[in-house]
């Protein structure tokens, strides 16, 4: 148990990549200090242990070198804590399948930017564009989760698994930006099973700790009409 309570975050409330990495925390009861950092004004402590993208989160473990980018700390976590609600799978191929999705959700869906792009897109053949977008990609999120899931609750099956803890951040993300443009990501008639999948993990106690409210959510969109700041 010692491991548990060396465990520190930094990050920023808002951020879904920090949010990810809470909800690993949370499903797996791990003990930890959080930091919030101010992404206007980096901390020292931001740029001396993210020198390279100088983004959150970043964990720190005890005497460890810093551990940056959500992906590679919810897998640190896994690895060092399994017992403790393992998410990954223990079968190689499913972990690669796992492994190939999350990078599709961050690198091919990539949500939060896309919520940025869709913000300060005034025109709506603009709008309409993005939002095609994010249909087309959350199609294929829906074939992924019903091979995925296996008619169960979630991606993975019983209980949460490591594809419910990357998708999962965007939730209450998705939910605030579809209030504000007229949308619906996880839409009941396009994408059937992801969109019970998420009112499902919605209800979850990890997630809904370690997912913000409007408040916080409205706060970060009025600094990103000042700043771009790092937030993976």
Known sequence: MGKESEIKLLGTRASPFVNRVQFALYLKSIKHEYTEENLAR???LLLTSNPVHKK????FHADKPPICESQI???YLDETLPDLHQLLPSVPL????????????DTKIVFFPLYEELRRTKRKEGQDAIKQQMIEATQ???????K???????????????????????????????????????????TPE???????????EALKSATPGD???????GMLNVYKPPYQ
């Open 42 to 44: 980096k901390s020292e």
């Open 56 to 59: 959150v989160p970043v964990l």
């Open 73 to 75: 700390i919810v897998e």
């Open 94 to 105: 499913d972990r690669a399948n796992c492994r190939f999705w999350a990078q599709f959700i």
């Open 140 to 146: 294929l999120l829906e074939e992924a989760f019903i």
């Open 148 to 190: 995925s899931s296996k008619g169960k609750a979630y991606f993975g099956g019983d209980q949460v698994g490591y594809l419910d803890v990357i998708l999962g951040c965007f939730i209450r993300w998705t939910r605030y930006v579809d209030e504000l443009n007229d949308f619906n990501t996880f839409d009941e008639v396009r």
């Open 194 to 204: 992801l969109a019970k999948w998420a009112k499902n993990l919605s209800s979850h």
């Open 215 to 221: 408040e916080t959510l409205g706060s970060f969109v």
